[in-house]
């Protein structure tokens, strides 16, 4: 746990219903329940949870284009709820479906959200950066994921703001545009914007994010550095530090005799083994004893330390993808 | 591609004034309005095949005044309905679909913003129309009342407002395939038996008694009366005033942003 220095956004216990919902009998349905995060100037924080967990709702009611049932949000300050033209030319919005007239053309469009803003920035450099030169002509309906998400993350840059919002910035992304947008929201944080994403993907926070707040069932369940929660995190969680060692030998070995039976042995193909679990010296001593014993050279060796996907599993129990 | 962003970290771009961010809007509304095709065929095509229908079919004779001086206002009506609640809603239900709605409402245009300029983009497009119908009925020897010019402009902006009000309460409540169901369907509706272009007298007896009381046959019947007799019907400005306040506040109450 940190305490805010320069925060851009703080949330404090906020809860969401929706409904009412006749799959429920007509009952509202808690989407958000008691979340609390913070956001600073200069960072990437991502809120990274599986689909349904309540990450684009938190960022909704963040963004006031929905109203929160409870809780408190400051945004740069100020409550979203009754946030102003001035408030809201400080902050940027890319959301998950992009937002883009499908009849517009890439450029006409970007010049008239330029105009809602008094001083916005110069749109040559942006569509060079992004790439939409190359699609410049081509209407919104027609463009691919990754153009789309190039000319949504282009919109909501134009005002310069001081906080961004990306709602799952990688989705339909091919490699290419991937790359571009990453680098550029890696830059932004260098200059100092306060970025706050959404993901489900694990690469994506473990890539990106300077904080990750772990999100399930409406609430945040775990949150660090990618590299606290992989480690101390987790060791504060039950106290272990879990690894895999995987290696190519011979088929049909039987492993769990040479080390014992407090590891879990896999062989996921022939030859292909997994050993995962409290990996020790001592087991790894055991092991290449026993190699050498039996004359045996692995093709390969690779040892891994946790994922950040087994945290999520540990955590909320659940496949994030 | 590895040209560099010129941020700036202490001069933040800030909103333009609220007047241009809501003129900019009603510009884009009005030109994305006036060049979609369809949009076009039921803003103009349809108001014209409307105007020389009824000029040349003796559908409105012994009216008391000629064809074309009882089907103008009508059709000048029929106008404001297309513009203002079919193809303004659907529009709108699709920009919803799409999430622009959302997009814009997070930039310095705001929700206010947005209502404006589509109120501003109505009113921009029913002026063209204005001048389109006028000019092709002025050829087919319409003479309004002088008199009628002032009444009538004043009803045709409260019936676009009604009409507005009704689209945008269908567009924010139903998907947008549903509301473009149900926005063609009344302006057919409405068109042929809702008293817009078809004096009351001439409808079926179950219609006529309904009629008056409906934004399509009050904003017809009072636009006639303007332009043919150059008075104002006050029943019939209440009537178009409920119906703008009555779905106005609906709206606002049940629109859903997403």
């Known amino acids: 746990m940190r305490s805010p220095e320069s925060p851009v956004l703080t949330i404090d216990g906020l809860i969401k219903d929706v409904g009412p919902l006749a799959s429920l009998d007509g009952k509202m349905l808690r989407v958000v329940s008691g979340l609390s995060m913070f956001a600073e100037r200069g960072q990437i924080t991502a809120l990274l949870g599986a689909n349904g967990a309540g990450k684009t709702t938190t ?13 408190r949000i400051g945004l740069l300050g100020e409550d979203p709820d009754t946030a102003g033209a001035d408030l809201r030319s400080r902050v940027g919005v890319m959301l998950q479906d992009g937002g883009l007239p499908p009849s517009a053309r890439p450029i006409p469009l970007l010049r008239h959200i330029a105009g809602m803003y008094r001083n916005p920035l110069p749109l040559d450099g942006l569509v060079e950066r992004l ?18 998400q190039r000319l949504s993350l282009a919109a909501a840059l134009i005002g310069n703001p001081e906080v961004l ?23 932004l944080r260098d200059a100092g914007m306060g970025i706050i994403l959404t993901t489900h993907l694990m690469d994506d926070a473990q890539r990106l994010a300077d904080y990750v707040y772990i999100i399930d069932a409406g609430h945040n369940v775990a949150e660090g550095t990618v590299a606290d929660l992989l480690s101390h995190g987790h060791e504060a969680m039950d106290g272990v530090t879990e690894r895999t060692l995987f290696f190519d030998a011979p088929a049909g070995l039987d492993i769990a005799a040479a080390i014992g039976h407090e590891l879990t042995v896999t062989e996921s193909r022939a030859g292909s083994y997994a050993i995962a679990g409290t990996l020790t010296p001592q087991h790894l001593a055991k092991l290449t004893a026993w190699w050498a014993e039996q004359g045996i050279m692995p093709a390969s060796l690779r040892l891994e330390a946790r994922s950040l996907e087994d945290v999520f599993l540990d955590i909320s129990g659940r496949d994030i993808r | 591609m590895t ?42 095509i349809m108001p014209l095949l409307a105007l020389v229908g009824l000029t040349v079919t003796p559908l409105l004779d012994g009216l008391g005044a000629s064809r074309v001086d009882i089907a103008t206002p009508g059709v000048l009506a029929l106008c404001a309905m297309s513009t203002a609640f079919t193809g303004q809603g659907i529009a ?4 919803r679909r799409y999430g622009v709605l959302r997009f814009l409402s997070t930039t310095p245009l705001g929700r206010t913003g947005l209502i404006a300029g589509k109120i501003i983009a109505v009113l921009a497009v029913l002026v063209l129309q204005i001048l389109v119908i006028g000019a092709v009925a002025a050829l087919l020897g319409w003479h309004p009342r002088p008199e009628g010019w002032l009444p009538g402009l004043g009803l045709l902006v409260l019936g676009a407002a009604a009409f507005t009000a009704l689209g945008l309460l269908v567009a924010g ?27 009351a007298e001439r409808l079926p007896d179950l219609a006529q008694s309904i009629v008056h009381f409906l934004p399509s046959g009050a904003l017809g019947q009072s636009l006639r009366d303007a332009f043919l007799h ?7 400005v209440l009537v ?19």
């Not at chain 2, 040209?3 to 884009?28: C, D, E, K, V």
């Not at chain 2, 703008?244 to 859903?256: I, N, S």
């Open chain 2, 3 to 44: 040209s560099t962003i010129p941020l700036r970290s202490t001069h933040h771009a800030g909103p333009a004034t609220l007047m241009r961010r809501i003129l900019l809007q009603g510009r884009y509304e009005t030109l994305t309005m006036i060049r979609n095709g369809e949009q076009l065929i039921l803003a103009v």
């Open chain 1, 131 to 148: 790439g939409i030169d190359t699609f410049s002509r081509t209407g919104v309906r027609r463009l691919s994921g990754g153009q789309k």
């Open chain 1, 165 to 187: 919002f990306l709602d799952e910035p990688s989705a339909g992304l091919d490699p290419q545009s991937r790359q571009i947008v990453f680098e550029l929201i890696a830059e």
């Open chain 2, 240 to 258: 178009l005033l409920l119906w703008t306040v009555v779905p106005g506040m609906a709206a606002v109450r049940w629109f859903k942003w997403n």
């Open chain 2, 92 to 95: 709108t239900g699709f920009d």
């Open chain 2, 230 to 236: 150059g008075s104002v019907s006050l029943p019939y």
């Open chain 1, 59 to 71: 960022l909704e009611c963040a963004q006031g284009l929905q109203k929160r049932t409870g809780g």
């Open chain 2, 173 to 199: 409540t139903v998907r947008p395939e549903a509301t473009l169901a149900i926005t063609n369907l009344l302006w057919i509706l409405l068109g042929a038996l809702g008293g817009i272009v078809v004096p």
